[in-house]
């Protein structure tokens, strides 16, 4: 078992080689612009998804009772979720929606629809401070 102390020093030394590593590697503008632009496709396709894109066995839609994602709050997660009785990530509560309401399959927490989900979900929130635990 490691000490707080030790802890804290693997920590700081595993920052300083990410720093280390950051400033070795460089990036330019366009990469900035070719990074949001990536973003903001999947932020595209998750919008897609959620107003109907997303192929349910009883045709419901995430819309349906979510009108628009900016009446979700990405930004309280992770918290305890009642309905999974435990501390949840955001992906979790999505899938929740998906096995229930949907009742359809749930994604993967790295299936590329759930990604693009979640980028339209955090987008919508964008600015609200964070607030996890929150109800
Ligand atoms: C039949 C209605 C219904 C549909 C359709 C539905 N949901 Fe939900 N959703 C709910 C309910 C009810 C909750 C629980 C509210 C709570 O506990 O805060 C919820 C909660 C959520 C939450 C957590 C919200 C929060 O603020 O904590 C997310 C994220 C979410 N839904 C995403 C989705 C997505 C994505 C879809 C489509 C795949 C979807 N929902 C479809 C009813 C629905």
Same mark, same amino acid.
């Given at each position: 078992m490691k000490t707080i102390?030790?802890?804290y020093l693997l920590l700081a030394a595993s920052a300083a080689l990410v720093a280390g590593?950051?400033?070795a590697?460089?990036?330019t503008q366009?990469?900035?612009d070719r990074w949001k632009a990536e973003y903001m496709t999947s932020v595209e396709k998750g919008e897609k998804l959620f107003h109907g894109g997303l192929k349910?066995? #009883?045709t419901v839609s995430c819309d349906q009772c979510h009108p628009n994602a900016t009446n979700i709050h990405p930004e309280t997660y992770p918290k305890f979720q009642q309905q999974l009785g435990k501390v949840a990530v955001?992906?979790?509560?999505? #899938?929740w929606c998906i096995m229930n309401p949907l009742e359809s399959d749930p994604l993967a927490l790295d299936d590329p629809d759930m990604v693009d989900l979640q980028s339209y979900i955090h987008w919508e929130r964008r600015g609200v401070p964070l607030a996890p635990g929150k109800h």
């Open positions: 102390t030790q802890t590593a950051a400033s590697d460089p990036f366009a990469d900035l349910s066995k #009883n955001l992906g979790e509560m999505i #899938n």
